[in-house]
């Protein structure tokens, strides 16, 4: 017995349905292998982000921690400046007071030399200091 025509063209269009939805599912399971390998490779991205994003925290407190000791020696050596200031400043008076009583102007003039060089050597420490770790 003989089919009819119809039966074949039907087994014909389903074959060729058949391998067409087989194209679509290795199409399909080719798609999700790429998006897969993307998925890792975004992954390692951010992995290799989060790690640089970290190590630079750590250098930003690092360098916060030297500029607050720099300001801190800075502070100190201010400090110690004006203290020698003000002993220079008591000992061009004692010097005006035995210039006073007649003896000796050289004390005065000596100490006055210091006082001049203490307040000089105050600035350029201040200034060689700020100068070195300004930051740009």
Known sequence: MRRPAYIFVLSESLKTIRADLTNV???????????????????????????????????????????TTITTQIQDSAIRCGNASELVDKATG???????????????????????????????TQNILLGQFRIR
């Open 25 to 67: 599912m290795r199409n399909i399971s080719q798609i999700a292998g790429q998006v897969d390998t993307s998925a890792d490779q975004v992954s390692t991205g951010e992995q290799t982000l989060s790690q640089g994003t970290l190590e630079q925290s750590v250098s930003i407190e690092g360098l916060v921690s030297n500029v």
């Open 94 to 124: 004692f010097a005006d007071e035995a210039d006073a009583k007649n003896t000796g102007s050289l004390i005065g003039r000596s100490i006055e030399d210091v006082k001049v060089g203490t307040e000089s050597t105050q600035a350029k």
